[in-house]
């Protein structure tokens, strides 16, 4: 029996430089603004480096052809077992496909065996679809991206917020700095380092002027003056001699201008990113997805730290491909140091040009939704709206300067909302541990977009939701995030978790009939050190009185049986009950 057909899942093939991706995704609303994959799978075959196996450019081989008609055949089945309509499946090729010396012969055997016509990117589309793949991961992007490739890098600033993408208007500068052929580079000019320094060093400056990055981007930001002599001649990376790079902190530079963000994507960069999780500070690093992972320009650019790292066996979602490409992205790496503009923070992306195509196709409307918003909306209770007020309500308004609180944006707790009763089907015990892992090899693992600090943030309120009630092995989990986040934000999720298991009390099934909300709240400061938290109910109390009485003291004591680290952050929370 034929499969009935999807007319919103879209199928795309990306035929990259490193290896090529199969992917499915469902562009249903109202999820489509999180991209939600159906299926995925890769080819792990270099198209780049099949065109020098013996050591100089030649025609792709024929039994490299075959192995990707092979796989391509193997893909159409699959969207015929999905019920993918025909025109919505497309081949994206890119730069190893692009220069590849048979590449119109390759391209023409692929549509004679599959019916599939390939797309081939230029260097400048290629440049726009990949910064549209960093704009997808990320609910808002201001800053410089880079996808590094195996065959080149693309290089462009971005400013994407409600679901409007603004960037360069000749979109982004490719340059031939690709993992794969900068290794080569390497490897053919070993005594030629400083030249190549030097000349990548100009083109990316170069670049960077061409893309005339605007006013609210930057200001007096370049690290390094032509007169000062480092952009050229010595080393600054610790690659060549015993001393490791420093890099100039905030601290060093301050009253000098704005810093700017840089947003990478690409396989080379997301094999360095997983060796800075393997080096964080929290060990075992606890979110296993590199989307929205965040680090400080100071540690991205320790090289000799992650290279002594990509030396140990087995890094996580680091191949042998990767590591032999080590070598080439600290040197690039090291390049940027002396030629990006200042730079405060570093955010690895998952989105590439599959991501960039589907999301080029979005309007702007859908997105403009934030993703954890969109992701949870499928589990909201009927109230969750009503809910998220009342859980505003017991943050404390007007306090900028705690900087912490601004973590707590409307869309982390329109997430809390949703997800509040998405747990209860589930047996006592295992309620407060599935909540903690939900955001990373739970509900929501899967959901693209999502930064680590609200993936952490979330785990820790809805398991603190359900009492917090976990065993060794889920208590040494709940540690490692509150560490990721620090224990100003993990208090603050913890206290919000505790909040919303009151909320729950009194809204079991996360609605109800009668037309007065049962439970509102508002909160300040009484001093530095503590909440005042003030609960107006309106029902009966001797219905839920006691019940109720239990949960705030539950959360009045927050403090108590919870292992806080001595010295670390607390506060105080004193609540009163009002019945109206």
């Given at each position: 029996?034929?499969?009935?057909?999807?007319?919103?899942?879209?199928?795309?093939?990306?035929?990259?430089?490193?290896?090529?991706?199969?992917?499915?995704?469902?562009?249903?609303?109202?999820?489509?603004?999180?991209?939600?994959?159906?299926?995925?799978?890769?080819?792990?075959?270099?198209?780049?480096?099949?065109?020098?196996?013996?050591?100089?450019?030649?025609?792709?081989?024929?039994?490299?052809?075959?192995?990707?008609?092979?796989?391509?055949?193997?893909?159409?089945?699959?969207?015929?077992?999905?019920?993918?309509?025909?025109?919505?499946?497309?081949?994206?090729?890119?730069?190893?496909?692009?220069?590849?010396?048979?590449?119109?012969?390759?391209?023409?055997?692929?549509?004679?065996?599959?019916?599939?016509?390939?797309?081939?990117?230029?260097?400048?589309?290629?440049?726009?679809?990949?910064?549209?793949?960093?704009?997808?991961?990320?609910?808002?992007?201001?800053?410089?991206?880079?996808?590094?490739?195996?065959?080149?890098?693309?290089?462009?600033?971005?400013?994407?917020?409600?679901?409007?993408?603004?960037?360069?208007?000749?979109?982004?500068?490719?340059?031939?700095?690709?993992?794969?052929?900068?290794?080569?580079?390497?490897?053919?000019?070993?005594?030629?380092?400083?030249?190549?320094?030097?000349?990548?060093?100009?083109?990316?400056?170069?670049?960077?002027?061409?893309?005339?990055?605007?006013?609210?981007?930057?200001?007096?930001?370049?690290?390094?003056?032509?007169?000062?002599?480092?952009?050229?001649?010595?080393?600054?990376?610790?690659?060549?001699?015993?001393?490791?790079?420093?890099?100039?902190?905030?601290?060093?530079?301050?009253?000098?201008?704005?810093?700017?963000?840089?947003?990478?994507?690409?396989?080379?960069?997301?094999?360095?990113?997983?060796?800075?999780?393997?080096?964080?500070?929290?060990?075992?690093?606890?979110?296993?997805?590199?989307?929205?992972?965040?680090?400080?320009?100071?540690?991205?650019?320790?090289?000799?730290?992650?290279?002594?790292?990509?030396?140990?066996?087995?890094?996580?979602?680091?191949?042998?491909?990767?590591?032999h490409q080590i070598p080439a992205v600290a040197f690039l790496v090291s390049v940027l140091t002396e030629t990006l503009p200042r730079v405060l923070d570093v955010f690895f992306c998952q989105g590439g040009?599959?991501?960039?195509?589907?999301?080029?196709?979005?309007?702007?409307?859908?997105?403009?939704?934030?993703?954890?918003?969109?992701?949870?909306?499928?589990?909201?209770?009927?109230?969750?709206?009503?809910?998220?007020?009342?859980?505003?309500?017991?943050?404390?308004?007007?306090?900028?300067?705690?900087?912490?609180?601004?973590?707590?944006?409307?869309?982390?707790?329109?997430?809390?909302?949703?997800?509040?009763?998405?747990?209860?089907?589930?047996?006592?015990?295992?309620?407060?541990?599935?909540?903690?892992?939900?955001?990373?090899?739970?509900?929501?693992?899967?959901?693209?977009?999502?930064?680590?600090?609200?993936?952490?943030?979330?785990?820790?309120?809805?398991?603190?939701?359900?009492?917090?009630?976990?065993?060794?092995?889920?208590?040494?989990?709940?540690?490692?995030?509150?560490?990721?986040?620090?224990?100003?934000?993990?208090?603050?999720?913890?206290?919000?978790?505790?909040?919303?298991?009151?909320?729950?009390?009194?809204?079991?099934?996360?609605?109800?009939?009668?037309?007065?909300?049962?439970?509102?709240?508002?909160?300040?400061?009484?001093?530095?050190?503590?909440?005042?938290?003030?609960?107006?109910?309106?029902?009966?109390?001797?219905?839920?009185?006691?019940?109720?009485?239990?949960?705030?003291?539950?959360?009045?004591?927050?403090?108590?049986?919870?292992?806080?680290?001595?010295?670390?952050?607390?506060?105080?929370?004193?609540?009163?009950?009002?019945?109206?």
């Amino acid at each position: 029996m034929a499969t009935t057909l999807n007319v919103n899942y879209r199928a795309i093939v990306d035929m990259g430089s490193n290896g090529i991706r199969f992917s499915i995704t469902d562009l249903s609303p109202p999820t489509a603004r999180i991209l939600p994959t159906v299926y995925q799978d890769r080819l792990g075959l270099s198209l780049y480096q099949a065109q020098y196996e013996t050591g100089r450019k030649a025609a792709i081989d024929f039994d490299v052809v075959e192995q990707v008609i092979a796989s391509l055949r193997r893909f159409k089945l699959t969207c015929e077992d999905f019920g993918v309509h025909p025109d919505n499946i497309r081949i994206l090729a890119t730069e190893a496909t692009r220069e590849a010396t048979n590449s119109l012969e390759l391209r023409s055997m692929i549509q004679q065996a599959t019916g599939w016509e390939v797309e081939l990117l230029s260097k400048e589309e290629e440049g726009r679809v990949g910064a549209m793949g960093i704009a997808s991961s990320f609910s808002s992007v201001k800053g410089l991206v880079i996808d590094l490739g195996g065959g080149s890098m693309q290089l462009s600033w971005m400013i994407a917020e409600d679901g409007q993408v603004r960037t360069s208007e000749i979109g982004a500068v490719s340059l031939p700095y690709g993992a794969a052929a900068l290794t080569n580079r390497l490897a053919d000019a070993p005594w030629g380092e400083q030249a190549l320094r030097r000349d990548m060093q100009e083109t990316i400056r170069r670049a960077l002027e061409e893309l005339k990055l605007p006013l609210e981007l930057h200001g007096q930001l370049w690290p390094l003056s032509e007169e000062s002599g480092e952009s050229g001649g010595e080393d600054q990376s610790g690659l060549g001699g015993e001393e490791e790079s420093k890099p100039v902190s905030k601290e060093q530079v301050e009253g000098e201008g704005p810093f700017l963000s840089l947003y990478l994507t690409g396989g080379g960069f997301r094999g360095w990113g997983h060796l800075l999780m393997s080096a964080d500070r929290v060990q075992p690093y606890p979110i296993p997805i590199i989307n929205g992972f965040e680090v400080s320009w100071e540690k991205f650019t320790n090289i000799k730290k992650i290279q002594k790292v990509a030396k140990t066996n087995n890094v996580f979602r680091v191949s042998e491909q990767r590591v032999h490409q080590i070598p080439a992205v600290a040197f690039l790496v090291s390049v940027l140091t002396e030629t990006l503009p200042r730079v405060l923070d570093v955010f690895f992306c998952q989105g590439g040009v599959r991501e960039g195509k589907l999301y080029t196709g979005l309007p702007p409307h859908i997105r403009a939704l934030h993703p954890l918003t969109t992701a949870t909306l499928a589990y909201a209770p009927p109230m969750a709206d009503e809910i998220r007020q009342v859980l505003q309500g017991a943050l404390p308004k007007g306090e900028k300067d705690l900087w912490y609180l601004q973590n707590f944006h409307p869309d982390l707790l329109s997430a809390v909302a949703n997800l509040m009763y998405y747990h209860q089907p589930l047996i006592k015990e295992a309620r407060a541990a599935a909540a903690l892992r939900s955001t990373t090899s739970g509900v929501l693992a899967g959901v693209h977009s999502l930064s680590h600090t609200d993936r952490a943030l979330l785990g820790l309120a809805l398991c603190e939701r359900w009492r917090g009630e976990l065993g060794p092995a889920d208590m040494a989990f709940q540690g490692l995030l509150q560490s990721l986040v620090g224990y100003e934000l993990a208090w603050w999720a913890k206290y919000l978790g505790r909040v919303s298991g009151m909320i729950g009390e009194l809204y079991p099934a996360g609605s109800h009939n009668s037309g007065a909300p049962r439970i509102l709240l508002s909160s300040c400061f009484k001093d530095r050190k503590t909440v005042y938290l003030m609960i107006d109910v309106s029902i009966d109390p001797n219905v839920c009185g006691k019940a109720l009485i239990k949960n705030v003291k539950r959360v009045e004591k927050i403090n108590k049986k919870t292992i806080w680290p001595e010295g670390s952050f607390h506060l105080n929370v004193e609540a009163d009950i009002r019945h109206t």
